[in-house]
């Protein structure tokens, strides 16, 4: 009988891989990170964004020190919600593509929420809790934000109020369910809660919701409760920070298996959280020059191409342009994203550290469409057993290009890449692909004609 490769080997679990700090790479951009602008040109008060967001985190927002202590507190609760996570070399995936390349992989998907936002979540909860807030307002989409939200507002006790998408509230009930397990309150958008979610029923009574509404009413939410704070998943500058725990775990369980440096690091962008927490700690060591030849990969559906197709530009974080503008790679805050399943790819822009090394070269940008990434998730669960998260399957499909490409080219190459989480919950996307009923989506053009022209107006 022929040998069974055991699905995968592991690294080390050991909790002292969980770092102290954080890694923040605003020091080590090889140019300044453009500021977030008001439509006029001025940068915003810190005053605007502390009513918004507890100070400790406008604080991390606007650093610029290297490494931020993560607070003990903080780091014990991602230890018992299963911190380190695993790093996995995927060897019967390499056996199967006949690749000399050796293939790892993080999987954030052992978290209880089933995706990295988790790490985040925490972070923002317990510095809220610290300032006495006493609820935290955020979006959601598909829930995946929600849920981890949700999770780190009942360990904080906290509470928590999600405006989600009502599409998905009606669509996709699994989510919301997690959230009203962990005590949250979930309200379909747009909602009879808040005037934006008025003014929009108004004209629409059946209106199905988008992520911009959703924003604007939990930012209207927070406007209006002195205690209450908003918090975002993704984008913003601390939100990458809190998610280098991923990097820096990772760094550490490659030295395990006797690796140095990956030669290819590679990750899924929604709003470019996870994959900044994965690649961020290693493009250090590219930037500083210790080896300067390791490639960054960066992947995105071709649904909603802001890396690939997008300009680098000032623009708004909101569908109803409600935030201050921030620089970055976008399709532009009024594009139409196609129904896909990879819900959390569908944001309009990325955050600004990404764009701006995706922008000098240092980061490339991949884009794949629905079906082909479905493909690489279902060979990845038959090969490696774990389904991947419609997100992270994108990564999986880059990776799995990159270790052909290695065969072709016989490099015995070290891939890394970000399994940002598992899917489970999205069966019903896999079930389509199996029946062959995907449906692929590409812009023909994308118009970004009508996005402001701003222009920094005096120093910060
Ligand atoms: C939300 C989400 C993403 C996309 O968000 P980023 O901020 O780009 O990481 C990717 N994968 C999973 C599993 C998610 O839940």
């Not at 490696?384 to 015995?412: M, Q, T, W, Y």
Request: with cysteine; aromatic share 8%.
């Amino acid at each position: 009988m022929a040998r069974i490769l055991g699905p995968r080997r592991r690294a080390s679990q050991a909790e002292d891989l969980v770092p102290q700090s954080w890694y923040n790479i605003v020091p080590d951009l090889p140019k300044p990170l453009p500021p977030p602008l008001l439509p006029d040109g001025r940068v915003p008060p810190r005053e605007l964004f502390e009513r918004i967001f507890a100070k400790a985190l406008v604080g991390q927002e606007f650093s610029s020190e290297r490494f931020i202590r993560i607070p003990e507190e903080v780091r014990d609760v991602l230890i018992g919600l299963g911190r380190p996570t695993p790093l996995f070399r995927a060897r019967r995936l390499e056996e199967f593509l006949g690749t000399p390349a050796r293939i790892y992989y993080k999987f954030e998907g052992v978290l209880p929420t089933g995706s990295h936002k988790v790490n985040t979540a925490v972070a923002q909860a317990y510095y809220n809790m610290v300032e006495g807030v006493e609820r935290l307002s955020t979006e959601t989409g598909a829930g995946q934000w929600g849920s981890a939200l949700s999770l780190a507002g009942a360990l904080f006790n906290l509470k928590v109020r999600v405006f989600m998408v009502r599409s998905s509230y009606e669509q996709k009930p699994y989510r919301r369910v997690l959230m009203e397990l962990y005590g949250a309150e979930v309200i379909p958008s747009p909602s009879k809660l808040t005037n934006a979610g008025r003014a929009v029923l108004e004209r629409d009574p059946e209106h199905p919701g988008s992520l911009g509404i959703a924003i604007s009413e939990a930012i209207e939410d927070v406007l209006s409760h002195d205690k209450a704070r908003y918090s975002l998943g993704s984008v913003l500058n601390h939100v990458l920070l809190h998610q280098t725990i991923i990097g820096l775990e990772a760094a550490r369980q490659l030295e395990e298996f006797g690796e140095e440096l990956p030669d290819y690091v590679i990750g899924c962008v929604g709003g470019g959280s996870n994959y900044a927490g994965l690649a961020y700690p290693f493009m250090r060591f590219k930037l500083s020059g210790k080896k300067s030849s390791m490639k960054f990969i960066a992947v995105e559906p071709r649904a909603c191409p802001s890396l690939t197709r997008g300009a680098y530009t000032y623009d708004y974080g909101d569908t109803a342009g409600l935030t201050p503008l921030l620089k970055m790679h976008t399709v532009g805050h009024k594009y139409r994203v196609p129904p896909i399943h990879a819900g959390g790819l569908r944001y309009h822009g990325d955050a600004p550290s990404l764009s701006l090394l995706v922008n000098e070269g240092l980061v490339e940008a991949r884009a794949y469409s629905q079906t082909e990434v479905f493909a690489a998730g279902a060979l990845f669960s038959k090969v490696e057993g774990i389904v991947p998260a419609p997100e992270s399957a994108h990564a999986v499909k880059a990776a799995i290009d990159v270790a052909l490409e290695a065969r072709e080219s016989g490099e015995a190459s070290v891939i890394l890449f970000n399994l940002s989480g598992h899917g489970l919950l999205d069966l019903q996307g896999y079930l389509e692909y199996l029946e062959g009923r995907l449906r692929d989506y590409e812009p023909e053009s994308i118009d970004l004609s009508y996005l402001p022209r701003v222009s920094l107006r005096g120093g910060p």
